[in-house]
Structure formats: C-alpha cells, structure tokens
C-alpha cells in the first residue's frame, strides 16, 4: 500500500475536494475495492485459523485499521471457542481461568 492511512486520507480528499478531482469517482470506487479486497482476505485468514485451530497465526502487511476491524471479531470467535471446548471437556485436569 503506498500510504498506511489510505483510506482516511482518500476520504478526507475526496469529501472536501472531489470537485477538483478528475474521475473522483472511479478514485473513490477503486480504494473501496481495494478495502473490500483486503477484508476479504483478512476474513478468509481469520476463517482459516479459527477452522484449523492454530495456536497463533501471521498476519503481514496489515494496517491498524484492518487490525482494529477484525480484532473484535477475532477475540469473541475465539472466546466462544473457548468456552465450547472447555464445555466438552469438563474433567481435564488443567483449569483455565475464564476471563
């Protein structure tokens, strides 16, 4: 990505300056795809490593913004996952303290 803040910077631009802009448009559909593109594959990622059960995962060139999005997402599939696993194993011999 040429900028880490993309998106915003997009917006701000084009909100107060699209009249200026030639094709503003176009801009504004094609940083939404590319937005779209990056989620999706960041919701695939996410998908994969729920599905799988890793114990940890690589996410590489993400912005904070991206992180910020999934991360609530991410605590709560893996928190749900949590209490269903140690719902099914009720007389395991290590206890987990439920945050």
């Not at 094709?23 to 490593?49: E, G, H, P």
Request: proline content about 3%; glycine content about 2%; some cysteine.
């Amino acid at each position: 990505m040429p900028s880490l803040c993309y998106v915003e910077f997009t917006k701000l631009l084009l909100n107060y300056t699209s009249n200026n802009i030639p094709k503003a448009d176009k801009i504004r559909m094609l940083v939404k795809d590319t937005w779209d593109t990056r989620m999706a594959k960041l919701r695939l990622s996410a998908d994969s490593f729920i599905w799988k059960q890793e114990a940890h995962a690589k996410l590489d060139n993400l912005m904070l913004m991206e992180i910020n999005t999934i991360g609530i997402f991410l605590t709560r599939a893996l928190d749900h996952m949590y209490k269903l696993w140690t719902n099914l194993q009720p007389d395991r011999s290590i206890k987990f303290q439920d945050f």
